[in-house]
């Protein structure tokens, strides 16, 4: 009896450091402390909690582990009236004083978190807040934490300028989506003095800059050409099983790159599967199943929300030459009408989006609704 | 029971502070540190003695909240102030985890009831702030202009800003819709006191490529204005003193790159620090210009002063020491645009409808003067 015991408590043992490597395994290098932070954009989350946070300013992601790694299934819908006001309330102002930059779902937990930032100046304050499914609003503490932090080198073209002589107006970058993939970190960006925008990918856990960390830098194609224009957000998907990129530009179409094809140093050739015309203005996208269809939901800010069959993406014709005449080609999309004023959008779980709406000039409600 | 109600008042420089005193019951206190108006902490004095004080409080979260108070908003709907709670003696300190702001009225709440209100000074600050100027300043602007930089006098709020700048088709007093390439994070340098506003680029016409759905944004023959709104906040929440208006006419596009070997340069005196001049013969972009040309002798970058003038068409370095009478080189990078986006010796596309090439390599163009020799005697 004892016996069989040892062996049984050697296999759960096992069992336990087997778990607690892999967890271990996403949050090599990082450190616990002061999280150095100085503005929160973009958030995405990667696996076990890990929460990615674009900081423009600093011009770095950090990798926060918020410890929120219990599974939860959602019993009820989420709304929370006000939102803006309750998150301005937990940092002490009124709505007006902070600005909401993104929305993020937990996938294990199903907690809601936001980049805000406390101020519109210079001197604006970063702040991460979690939304429980109950409602209830809290901040997450960036003072002790376990982090780690990667820093964006300029782009190779602007190794050289500026050298010597110091610049009053230091290059600066916004971060305009991140996205984790796999074993990487992808991050648009766009520069403000020359059009340049980059699409980088880190690879992930952050090593050390000098230890041979190889920030990818890839040119978006599409098709023949080229494109310069900033993404503005981008999505995973899989089709029959294998991983792409949705990639939404700002004035030229919606683009889908196979996985293997990000290749370090390399173009990721995409092909274009819908263009959606010249008042196309992107904010967030995401990809889901629904009775055996897959459909991508994108909220743009002049169209609404548009619903997208991308079933036959993979068999999608590469539309490549200049669209003439019609609003958008390649794939049919559908405007659900129901869904105004969004300013957020992500998915919740399978079968439902969280969304963050304004109302009229309002105040920012959030709420859950069935995918369409 | 019987119940004493005090009102105090205690004005301390602009803050106001109101307690309901009830006897038997706790007393809240706002604390100012260096006369400062605002609060920096809050404390809870129970009327018990510490033990009773312990015993009652239990958890110091519940002892003790504060509230933000809006103008038609239940101070209570909203979660408390997120901050830290600590136990000096029997009184319990309570620190926000962000400093409390100005111009916010703030609710205390004890555990037993009492409350006390932090009212604060509403003064509005005077409107200060204005747009000092917009580049590029030339009244006539290429059809596929790229960008604006607009300056302004003091630090700028943030997160709303295409809701205060309007272009404007002066003809038909059109408003032209969503010119801007509007971006959730906005294109700031880093106090805030320069806003990079870029025409978006499926607005500009392509010559060869129509534009779907709606026109370009800007049309060749055509008088636009810019508006900047005073509607607009200043880093301090005021707004500005008084709106901007641009004025301009839209020539033909510029599809060619920039080339060198246009520029003129006019060699300085040896043995002088004159100032090295170099004509364009166009404008610039105003910010890359300051980046992307430089002076050099060998290798050696030289220190000196550089101006631009307001139309970009002028780049002009004053050394820091005298000219020596060898070749110098003015390094260009290939990055630099001028107002249509076009660089150095490529002009400017958002597609380009060619092979897919790595292009990870940077680069720079050259051109070499020598400082003359003043032969007068």
Redesign the interface.
Known sequence: MKHLLKRTSLSAVLALIAISAQGAQWKQGMAEGTVPIKSA??VAFGPDGILFVAD??SAAIHAIATGDVTSQELSQPIRVASLD??L???????S??I?I??MAVNPLSKNIYFSL???????A?P?IARVHSSG????LDLRQVQHSTATLPDA??????????R??????E???DIAFLEDRVLVAG?A?????STLRGIPFPFREVGKGTKVE?Y?G?HG???????VRTFVPFQIGGEPHLLAAY???PLVQFPIQSIQP?A?I?GKTIA?L?????P?DMVVYNKEERTYLLMAN??RGIMKIPANDIASASSIES??????SEGLDYETIEQWQGVDQLDLLDERHAILLVRADNGPLHLESRPLP | MDTTFLTSLAGLAAGLVMTLQVQGASRLEWIFQDSSPIPSELRLHPETDEHEANATLGNLENALQ???V?EG?DPLS?????GSYLQSGKVVIFR??????DR?D?LAVAFDGVQALHRSSKQQNSPVACVDHIQPEGEILPENL??FYIHFSH?????DVYRHIQLIELAKKKVVQ?PF????????????T?L?L?I????IKRGV??????GPSLEEGKDYELIISNQW?????TSMAHSFRKSFRVGPPDRSPIALKRWTVASPRAETRQPLVIHFGESL?A??V???V?CLRGNQ?L?GEISINSQTTRWTFIPSKPWSLVEHTIKV?T?L?DLA?NNVGKP?????????Q?????S?ETLHFTPVLDKTP
């Open positions: 954009g973009s423009s300013k006001r309750k301005a309330a937990l940092v002490g102002v009124t007006e004083e600005l930059q993104d930032s406390r101020g519109r100046g210079p001197d304050v702040v209830k609003a809290e901040l190779p073209a602007d190794a050289e300028v500026g050298e010597g002589r610049r009053s107006n230091p290059r600066m916004s971060i305009t766009l403000n003095e020359e059009f340049a830098i040119h194609a023949r050409f080229e494109t310069r224009s900033p700002t004035c030229t140093g173009q050739v263009e015309g010249n008042r196309n203005r904010l800010s002049s200049a669209v003439r005449g019609g609003a | 504060v509230y933000v809006e908003v909203n979660p408390p102030v997120d926000p985890t962000y400093p409390f702001a916010i703030y790229l960008k630090s700028m709020g943030g997160g969503w390439l509007e971006l959730g994070e906005e294109l700031w340098n880093q106090d805030m320069r990079t870029f978006d680029p499926g607005r490529k129509p534009l779907e759905e709606i906040k200043d880093a301090k929440g972009d910010a890359l300051q980046r992307c430089s970058e220190e990078h990055l645009e986006g400017f596309e958002v597609d380009t409808f060619a092979p897919v790595r292009r990870l390599e940077s720079h």
